[in-house]
């Protein structure tokens, strides 16, 4: 049975407009209460300390008023903290992160939502970035974490308040089976296995095959989830026929993650966002009954934006070459494989300097359907600086892409290019 899930959302709105230069004042008087809250004794806040799954505001705001927490003889009265709240928790003479691990220990190197909205536009709200403390708007359409807030007073609970199988929704909540946590509104639902996931009250029925078409396009990495992003342009170069197409997404251990299936019209173009709920990376493979031309754009929902473009790879091939690498004190260089076989691969990377001495080769494999990302400062950890180029050498046809980043800036400014083919 081929399961199907919804992994594009439409719109690449990027809407980060401004930073905050407010610094808040962090409280020393934060105490464990080892029923997953945390207590600030000085401020009288209690705080969720759990992470959450990505949502937009709207369900940000709701889920914070429906939770119970504790699970047993919890409160009811949380809410989504405001922006001074919130900012409450930063504490920026941390280097990792400016959210105290002690307390917080899971919490993600990412984005929060705070209840205030923008004044100068109210599509728009205020969020935490607890990697550097700072405070921006986005639209509230957008998913990000969540830390629900209540302040230290007593509520009476309901039964049916308690999220007894801990996917942060109760039978209150709309929660079809409270003992199983993969059941919830919402929830991805897996068509034909008569089990009701979204608890929308039916199974989903699974639609007709897809009959593979006879264009196969590769790339070779997309990330997603914790702030990034990955865009996907298709454009059907048939000016006659429409095309009917399939994205599939697969981790980097060759495990199936999601499929899509699109049809666009004669000469006509579509776009989409990999669904930041998949929370990983991977590779992409489009199958299509007309020639496509594409190309994958990975961001960050952050400051300074992060950007790199990855056209399609239309070819594998066993023998590739990186014509530029660049690794020293300002630029690193990442090559990422994709290994769309049924079987384990392996290749050897092999760097040749400036002169065209070959300087070191490395041996590795990639599992079936899976990918492999290779930081060659770490591949060749003896050779920096590093200038030159490097060759690829597969047991079967691979595609494969390089990825520079700026160390000056912290590793955050991206530029990519495909390997060639050198057979």
């Known amino acids: 049975m081929k399961f199907e899930r919804k992994i594009f959302d439409r719109g690449l ?3 980060l407009l401004l930073l905050v230069l407010w610094v808040g004042i962090v409280s020393a008087a934060l105490v464990d209460n080892g029923d997953g809250t945390v207590s600030d004794t000085e401020i009288g806040l209690m705080w969720q300390q759990a992470e959450t799954k990505l949502m937009n505001w709207q369900s940000a705001l709701a889920y914070c008023e429906n939770l119970v927490l504790p699970a047993v003889a919890g409160y009811d009265d949380w809410r989504l903290p405001d922006r001074h709240e919130l900012q409450s928790l930063v504490d920026y003479s ?10 917080f220990p899971r919490v993600m190197l990412s984005w929060y939502w705070t209840s205030t909205t923008c004044a100068l536009d109210t ?3 205020w969020y935490v970035y607890f990697g550097n403390g700072g405070v921006y708007i986005y639209d509230k359409s957008i998913s990000l974490f969540v830390r629900a807030v209540r302040s230290r007073q007593s509520a009476p609970l309901d039964p049916n308040d308690i999220d007894n199988d801990g996917d942060s929704y109760t039978e209150n909540q709309g929660d079809c089976n409270d003992d199983d946590a993969a059941i919830y509104p919402g929830a991805v639902e897996i068509c034909g296995d008569g089990i009701d996931q ?3 009250g039916s199974d989903l029925i699974c639609s007709v095959e897809y009959t593979p078409g ?3 396009y590769y790339l070779p990495y997309y990330e997603s989830g914790n702030g990034v992003w990955t865009g996907l342009g298709l454009a059907n170069r048939n000016q006659g026929d429409p095309t009917q197409l399939q994205v599939t997404v697969y981790d980097r251990d060759g495990n199936w993650l999601a499929t899509e299936r699109k049809t666009i019209p004669a000469h006509g173009q579509d776009s989409f966002v990999v669904a930041t709920q998949l929370n990983n990376s991977g590779w992409m493979q489009v199958n299509s009954h007309q020639p496509m031309s594409g190309l994958a754009f990975l961001g960050s929902w952050g400051t300074p934006l992060l950007m790199a473009d990855i056209p399609f790879v239309s070819e594998l091939t066993s023998c590739l070459i990186v014509p530029h690498i660049a690794q020293d004190s300002s630029w690193d260089t990442t090559i990422l494989i994709c290994n769309p076989n049924n079987e384990t691969i392996s290749f050897i990377i092999k760097y040749v300097e400036k002169a065209g001495i070959e300087q070191g080769t490395q041996n590795y494999t990639v599992p079936a359907y899976g990918s492999g990302e290779f930081l060659l400062s770490m591949v060749f950890s003896d050779k920096i600086p590093l200038a030159g180029s490097v060759e690829i050498n597969s047991s ?8 520079y980043s700026d160390r000056k800036n912290g590793g955050t400014y991206y530029a990519g290019i495909n390997a060639e083919s050198c057979e």
């Open 396 to 403: 079967n046809g691979i595609a494969a892409f390089a990825l």
């Open 198 to 200: 979204d608890c929308n």
């Open 13 to 15: 709105g990027l809407g």
């Open 94 to 103: 941390r280097d990792y992160t400016c959210l105290d691990l002690t307390f």
């Open 214 to 216: 006879p264009y196969n």
């Open 123 to 125: 599509r728009f709200a």
